[in-house]
Every structure is written in C-alpha cells, then in structure tokens.
C-alpha cells in the first residue's frame, strides 16, 4: 500500500514550451501533496504545498506563475512547468500524505527527470 | 548555517560492517524525524519514522533521536551490498497548521557497501 506514481518519468523539451507533470496516489487519498525539486547531488527542496480543492502554497524564491500547481481530486495533483527554460531542468518530485494517516508520514514518488534544451 | 546538517560522505564500508548516519539540527520546533532512503534516479523511500527522543529498531535498522542535542542517527546492522543508496534525513515540526507535513532534508549521506 501507500504507492504514489508519477508521469511522465522523463521529459525533454526545447525552452519556451509548457511541461505537465501528474502525481497521483494509487491506493490511497491524499488531502495535502508536495512538489520538490531535487539537483544533481543535493537534497530535495520543497516547492510547493498542494491541498485539493484549494490554491497551492508556494515556498519563499518559487515563482507560482511558473510553476502551476492544480490538485484536482484526492488522488491527483498536476504540476505544470510553464515556459521552461535550461535551468529549470532538475528531478521533480512529488509525496503524498495519506488521509487519516500521520500527518508527517510522507510516501514519495518516483521522480520526474526534466530537461530542457 | 542550514536547518538540518548531514555529512554527505561518501561512505564506503564492507560487507556486513555496522554503519552510522547522522544528521543535526538547529530547530528546537522539530518533533517527527525521519530516515529516507533514496536510490539513483528513484523517489525517496521511507526507512524509519519517529516522535520525539528515544530509540526505534526495524529489522536491522535502528533510529535514535537525542533532541537535548539536536542530533539524531540511523544504524544500520549487517549491511549489504543492496544497502547502498543515498540516506536522507527529515524533520517536521508539528502536524498541524502551516507546518503541516513540511519536511526539512539533510543534504543526503552516499554510502556504498562492497562484497
């Protein structure tokens, strides 16, 4: 149980194009969902918070015009990575917290490798 | 100075070897600290999870939290070559609120065990 999927899990695009990413819980509902963003050799930094049914909560330095965040069901959150640029390319990575489960027991996707050229 | 500090290594220990990850931190609010592991090109994968002080043993994984000093540990017993990944470790604060499920990473500690 507690599985948590994305797609796609790579992506290359040219800069200047739009970029969606889907997270979904497979067999769970999740309530809150989170994107992170992982560079080469670092650790994973919180972008965003994203509630279904409510706007995304955006960490301070991440631009939310850029980085749309939709959690449409309890089951489904998108991130859309508008007008990408090189610099934009990293591992996105999205968690999930289970409804009813410890709020701080977060199951992780597997990652989504963007680049950009 | 970053919230939680790890070492990143790399370590690289034999087979079997008893190995020692560790992270401190500088946020009195932390109370949930947690052990991921993260494969090459993989989501993390959630090891250990625990509240506050004290020792928690999975198997042949034991986390420890010290929260007088900021510190917590993973021990990992008989290691094995398939052990090797890059650790990371989390902390929250209190579920509820704005914080809530807000995870704060170390830096990640690479550890390779050999046959």
């Known amino acids: 149980g507690a599985v948590v999927s994305q797609h796609p899990s790579r992506v290359i695009c040219k800069s200047g194009t739009s970029v969606k990413i889907e997270c979904r819980s497979l067999d769970f509902q999740a309530t809150t969902m989170f994107w992170y963003r992982q560079f080469p050799k670092q650790s994973l930094m919180l972008m965003a918070t994203?509630?279904?049914?409510?706007?995304?909560?955006?960490e301070q330095g991440v631009e939310k015009d850029k980085f749309l965040i939709n959690h449409a069901s309890l089951t489904l959150s998108t991130l859309t990575v508008t007008s990408a640029h090189p610099e934009d390319s990293s591992f996105y990575i999205c968690?999930?917290?289970?409804?009813?489960?410890?709020?701080?027991?977060?199951?992780f996707g597997p990652g989504t490798r963007l680049t950009v050229l | 100075q970053k919230e939680v500090e790890q070492d990143p290594g790399p370590l690289s220990v034999p087979e079997g070897a008893i190995v020692s990850l560790n992270c401190t931190y500088s946020n009195s609010a932390f109370q949930y600290f947690m052990w991921y592991r993260q494969y090459s090109r993989k989501g993390p994968e959630l090891l250990m999870y625990?509240?506050?002080?004290g020792n928690k043993e999975d198997g042949r994984f034991t986390a420890q939290v010290d929260k007088s000093s900021k510190y917590i540990s993973l021990f990992i017993r008989d290691s094995q070559p398939s052990d090797s990944a890059t650790y990371l470790c989390a902390m929250s604060e209190d579920a509820g609120g704005t914080s809530y499920g807000k995870l704060t990473f170390g830096q990640g500690t690479i550890l390779t065990v050999h046959p």
């Open positions: 625990t509240y506050s002080s």
């Open positions: 968690s999930a917290i289970r409804a009813g489960g410890w709020g701080n027991e977060q199951f």
């Open positions: 994203s509630n279904e049914g409510s706007k995304a909560t955006y």
